[in-house]
């Protein structure tokens, strides 16, 4: 093997890396969670690391949970609590509300598994 | 006024080189496929061991023989399969082009050996079949989720063909360069 | 020196390569999209293979009828159907508004091929029980007596009757609910106007109830349906060319009181909120049909699911009862694919 060869090949193994950071990031890297509020964005949060996130909406604050790359709502000022009940979001294009509160949530990413969610 | 062609030294010897890189793509053929669309491509040995050793027009000539009458031997000529090899080939003759002319100019006697351009043409024949099979035959961005898997194992099996034509080369004869 | 060379000879080659592959990505999807708030819900407008240009212009549309269709087809607030509603309960004819005639047009026939389950004439019920303001009410339910003095008058759309522009009720205890199929029937005026403008891939989506149009640049666009029971996805299915998916729940409004839950979906026959079904999903063309049909087919029930979609013409129907149990036709099972197989799942005759 030449010096050359050598070369080549540390920089094809250092650009294989790089494509499956790029082309991969599918699963919960690189996924993240569009928050509106009446209807406009209001933050876009990753899901990466675990947290929750309280969202100030029309009738009180809405608290989401995000965890193992998902997220969903634990909290909210609303009667009926069907965004709690929406349970877990994870795959993208996901999406829930909670009306009253004017607060929604759409889980975005690379590789958009839905393009509607009908419920 | 006489007009024939008579096949000249050159000639003979492409076309046994191709009869030896057909014979090994159609024997390899025969073996099942641990993956779709991936096959160890051994028939590059033949390849490379051209390159290193009669230049890049013979590799150009010896590989685009191997693509055209090896389809035509396997039955799958002007099929999608053959479209995408003959991607792949010219993907790689091309890269074959550049990094020898480089090479020879740049690092004169010392530049890449049969492991980098095997490595090259590997990358090179993956990409160029990749490609044509997104733009021509699927369109969805979920193909590029195989592009890391099946890079990877042009680098793997790139480098040991390459390992391969240098022992072989190395067999061949003594003194040449590795 | 020498060195550095051989380096860039070999990064040379390799670079050119490299930048090729990474700059080589997948072309992005020319996907718009927008969010509205309107017809109290949230409604999302996916656009594809628009130009910017146009894709403001459909949303800006877009948004202008759907406020227009919030402030027209409220049956309780002063609009055209509050005024409408009015108009109804003095048993005298009226010219009817332009924009509401055909709504009770649809209403009638609607009325009719659901075998009177879905009968928006009980509007006075539904009030009854507290589901005319946008807040939730929170209980007690009402009286018995109360629900059987206003079943007795017996309002149905049959007693509303329509000659050339002019309308009247026969039966003053009338009261048009639309909010089992003014949903459906916003979408498809909204479906009509971006078609209008030359948008033809879309998916106008109404707080989870929408209407597809084209696809997504060839493939066809995938629509997720929630699991009642609120664990995320409980079914996918493919849509392309033009088709309307509608899920009527008892979990979209609903109080619950004493530990009881009441909801929204008032069965006319018993004046009480329909038992027996948590949700019921149909894919039809129309979304004022597919609207109404997933209305009258969540008060059918089990039971009687499958007669009602036919006598509708539905061609695909979901049922997932209140004990788990899924119900669908062979059509509609073909074309789901379910992300949790549910218990039991029931496939019936062919529609």
């Given amino acids: ?119 | 006024m006489e007009f024939s062609v008579q096949p000249d030294r050159t000639d003979h010897r492409i076309a046994w080189l191709a009869a030896l890189a057909i014979t090994i793509h159609i024997a390899e053929s025969a073996l099942p496929n641990p993956l779709p669309g991936v096959k160890p491509g051994l028939a590059n040995v033949v390849t490379i061991a051209v390159l290193c050793l009669y230049g890049w027009r013979m590799a150009a000539w010896v590989s685009l023989l191997r693509v055209l009458v090896g389809s035509l031997l396997l039955g799958t000529f002007l099929s999608p399969t053959f479209v995408l090899s003959l991607a792949g080939a010219l993907a790689s003759i091309t890269t074959l082009g550049a990094a020898s002319a480089l090479s020879a100019h740049l690092l004169p006697g010392r530049g890449l050996g049969p492991a980098g351009y095997s490595l090259l043409a590997a990358m090179a024949h993956i990409a160029g079949q990749f490609y044509s099979a997104y733009w021509l035959f699927i369109p969805h961005a979920a193909l590029f989720t195989l592009l890391p898997v099946l890079m990877t194992l042009a680098v793997i099996l790139g480098l040991i063909n390459g390992i391969i034509t240098r022992t072989m080369l190395q067999r061949l004869s003594p003194s040449s360069p590795s | 020196m020498t060195s550095v060379r051989r380096i860039a000879t070999a990064a040379l080659v390799t670079g050119a390569f490299v930048l090729t592959l990474t700059a080589c990505g997948p072309k992005p999807d020319p996907v718009h999209k927008e969010q509205i708030l309107s017809m109290g819900t949230l409604v999302n407008i996916t656009l594809w293979g628009v130009n910017d240009k146009l894709a403001q212009k459909a949303f800006s549309a877009a948004n202008e009828d759907f406020n227009y269709m919030q402030t027209a087809y409220n049956p309780w607030k002063p609009g055209p159907m509050g005024r409408t509603n009015q108009l109804l309960a003095l048993d005298a004819w009226f010219s009817a508004n332009p924009s509401i005639l055909p709504l009770i047009k649809r209403a009638k026939t609607l009325y009719h091929s659901s075998d009177g389950l879905f009968d928006p004439a009980i509007g006075r019920l539904i009030g009854l029980w507290g589901f005319h303001s946008d807040t939730l009410p929170k209980g007690p339910p009402p009286k018995q007596a109360a629900i059987e003095r206003l079943l007795a008058e017996h309002p149905t759309m049959d007693d509303v009757e329509i000659k050339g522009i002019r309308m009247r009720a026969t039966n003053a205890a009338v009261q048009v609910d639309t909010g089992g199929f003014a949903k459906g029937y916003a979408v498809d005026r909204v479906v009509d106007h971006l078609r209008r403008l030359g948008v033809h891939n879309a998916i106008v989506d109404a707080g989870g109830d929408l209407r597809a149009i084209g696809s997504r640049g060839g493939a066809p666009w995938r629509i997720g349906i929630r699991d009642p029971g609120g664990k995320g996805i409980l079914a996918e299915v493919d849509v392309k060319g033009d088709q309307s998916v509608f899920t009527s729940g008892v979990y979209e409004r609903f109080y619950t009181y004493h530990g009881k839950r009441y909801h929204h979906i008032i069965d006319p026959r018993t004046g009480y909120p329909a038992r027996g079904t948590t949700s019921a999903t149909v894919i039809g063309t129309d979304g004022t049909v597919a609207d109404a049909a997933a209305t009258a087919l969540l008060i059918a029930g089990p039971s009687q699911w499958h007669h009602i979609a036919e006598s509708m013409g539905v061609k695909y129907a979901m049922l997932v009862a209140s004990d788990g149990t899924v119900y669908m036709n062979p059509a509609m099972a073909k074309r789901i694919h379910f992300q949790h197989k549910p218990a039991k799942v029931v496939v019936s005759e062919p529609l």
């Avoid at chain 1, 790029?22 to 996924?31: D, Q, R, S, V």
């Avoid at chain 1, 933050?43 to 100030?56: F, G, I, N």
């Avoid at chain 1, 969903?72 to 929406?86: D, G, L, M």
Wanted: hydrophobic share 50%; net charge positive; aromatic share 8%.
């Fill in chain 1, 1 to 119: 093997m030449t010096r050359a060869d050598v070369v080549v090949l540390v920089l094809a193994l250092a650009l294989l890396p790089l494509l499956y950071v790029k082309f991969w990031h599918h699963g919960a890297a690189g996924e993240q969670v569009r928050i509106r509020v009446d209807g406009k964005p209001w933050k876009v949060v990753s899901l990466a690391h675990d947290r929750r996130v309280t969202v100030p909406g029309a009738l009180g604050d809405s608290v989401l949970e995000i965890k193992d790359g998902a997220v969903r709502f634990i909290a909210s000022p609303c009667a009926s609590k069907f965004c709690i009940h929406s349970g877990w979001l994870h795959d993208g294009g996901a999406f829930t509300a909670c009306l009253p509160n004017r607060v929604s949530i759409e889980v975005i990413g690379a590789r958009v598994r839905y393009d509607a969610i009908n419920f």
